[in-house]
């Protein structure tokens, strides 16, 4: 699939973008090297291929999940205006 300069043209201005002549020519070499590149890619046969969800075979170290702050939310309640069942109460700011 390749561009034309009117079709480059057609998309400046549906994106509403100004682009000069000399900016539409070199935009549309630019898409259409973009096709050229995808239509090569799709073009390989990857039947059989398991996909990847990483270009490397790495694993991720994990930490175990455990709770490593104590709970501080008494202390942090206790300067708070108003709370009310562990939440803080704020003003209502939409009438």
Do not use: C, W
């Not at 630019?30 to 990847?52: C, K, W, Y």
């Amino acid at each position: 699939m390749s561009l034309t300069l009117e079709q480059v043209r057609r998309v400046a201005h549906l994106a509403r973008i100004d682009i000069s002549e000399s900016e539409a020519e070199s935009t549309l070499g630019h898409l259409n090297g973009i096709f050229s590149l995808i239509e090569a890619m799709q073009a390989v046969d990857t039947r059989g291929i398991e996909p990847m969800a990483h270009a490397r075979d790495v694993a991720q170290r994990l930490r175990e999940d455990r709770v490593t702050e104590e709970n501080r939310r008494a202390a942090f309640q206790a300067v708070a205006p108003e709370t009310e069942a562990g939440l803080y109460l704020v003003p209502k700011v939409i009438e």
